[in-house]
C-alpha cells in the first residue's frame, strides 16, 4: 500500500509546482495587468461607453419593427393570419378540438363583422344569438351557439352535446362573411 502511495503524492507535489508555476502565476499577472489597463482608464470615459452602449441597445430593441417597409410588414401580418387559418382548417379536419378552435375564430369574425354592421356591442351580438334573435341562417346560429356554449366557468372546454353544431362547413361561414361585406356601406359589389 505504501509503494502505491509514495508516488502518487511524489506526482501531486510535481504537478502542484507545475500547475503553480506554468498556469497560476501567468494567469495571475494577466489579470493583474488588465487590471491596472482598466483601472488607468478615466471614470468620465468609462461612463460615456457605457451611456452610448445602453443608448445603442436601446434604439435596436426599439427600431426593430421599422427595419421592415411599412408595405411588407403589413404583408407579414396578412399572411400570418392567412396561415394561422390554414393551420387551423387542417386541424379542423383531424379532431372535434380543431373545429372547436376554428369555430372560435371564424365565430369570432362574424361576432365581430355583425357588430361593427350594427354598431353594437359584440356582447349584444352573443345575446342575440343565445336569443335566437339575430337575423342569420339557423345552421349559422348553431355554429355560433355551440362556440359560446363550450367553455365553462373556469375557463375548461366542455364539447359535450355541441359537437354536431360544430361540424358546420367552413365554406357556409365564409360565404356569410363575404356576403356580409358586400352588402355592406362601402363594401365591393
Known sequence: ?????????????????????????????????????????????????????????????????KRLPRGRRDETLASRRVETLASLLRQAEGNIFGRWRLAQ???????????????????????????????????????????LSTVRPGGRISLGRTTEALDLDPDEIVRFLEDRLRSAPGGTP
Open 105 to 147: 375564430r371564424l365565430g369570432g369574425l362574424v361576432v365581430e363583422l355583425i357588430a361593427d354592421d350594427e354598431r353594437v356591442s359584440q356582447r349584444e351580438i352573443h345575446r342575440r344569438v343565445e336569443g335566437g334573435t339575430l337575423d342569420i341562417s339557423p345552421e349559422l346560429r348553431a355554429y355560433l351557439r355551440a362556440r
Open 1 to 65: 500500500m505504501g509503494l502505491v502511495l509514495l508516488p502518487v503524492l511524489i506526482t501531486a507535489f510535481a504537478v502542484e509546482n507545475f500547475v503553480r508555476d506554468v498556469l497560476a502565476v501567468p494567469l495571475l499577472y494577466a489579470i493583474w495587468v488588465a487590471l491596472l489597463l482598466f483601472e488607468s482608464i478615466p471614470q468620465s470615459m468609462l461612463w460615456a461607453g457605457l451611456v452610448l452602449l445602453a443608448i445603442v441597445a436601446a434604439t435596436r430593441t426599439l427600431d426593430r419593427r
